[in-house]
């Protein structure tokens, strides 16, 4: 609640605030699902100032642990806006991006990246 | 639906695939090779565990997707080898692409005792569905949600947009804020 994320794709939206985590009563980690609040826009975007969106988060820093007892920790906090269907509202995402988002059924996010950490 | 299905498998005789449905030529380079030396290479071997490329294709030219593109991404990202996309005439034709493959899957494991069945993602809508079986993903899309997306730009112009290594590196660097009070920075003496 209430964290500011960066908007790593191209829909327009520069900044979100987080409103709801989807799942987890503890707050959303990596490869959640959060319902989020623009912030800060493009001026010509597909989403405005004020909208409320749905978001997966693909950058986190607090540390995720992964399966082979690794862990995956970023330097900022990333969102890619979806709908609610859970399709991507951009067409690009740009920046690193986890594997953990393959195992949360989030491929589609993953063939729009760049580059997978 | 499966009826309809079943029905169709049976009276379809066995088809070569029309290579004027082939877009990408890429495709053609990978596939050309992949003829002669399908049973002693690696790489298509791992493609076997769910789908593999040549059954991914013959259920979508059975299914009548238009448009179908393979992609190697072997060498651009080490989580996928192929990536194929396909187009569906509507969203209820993208929906019946996605079921076949699954029928496809299921038909291949049949007696087995536990089934492995790929992952879905979409399917509800019809815009937008990705199938992946391990090393094979498949999306199927319709019209406007492919040209919307522009997956083909991505990943075949994919190793020439690549940004370089060193400003991704400056990226996980923490930057020391600047001080311009007149305080001393904590704990510098």
Redesign the interface.
Known sequence: MRTVLKVVDNSGAKKVMCIQALKGKKGARLGDTIIASVKEAMPNGKVKKGKVVYGVVVRAAMQRGRCDGSEVR??DNAVVLVDK???PIG??VF??VP?EL?QK????I???A???A | MWATLRSRYLHLSAKTLPSSSLTNGSWKLGFSGLNQTFSSSTVERRSNELLSLQEVEKVLSDVRADDVAVVPVGNQCDWADFMVIATGRSQWHVKNIAQALIYKVKQKQKGAKRMVLPSVQGQETGKWIVIDSGRVIVHALDEKARAYYNLENLWTAKPAQKEPVEELTKVFVKVRRINNSKKPAQGSD
Do not use: A, N, S
């Open positions: 970023f330097d269907q859970g399709q067409t690009r920046g690193p594997h393959r059924k989030h491929v589609k993953l063939t729009l760049e580059h997978i």
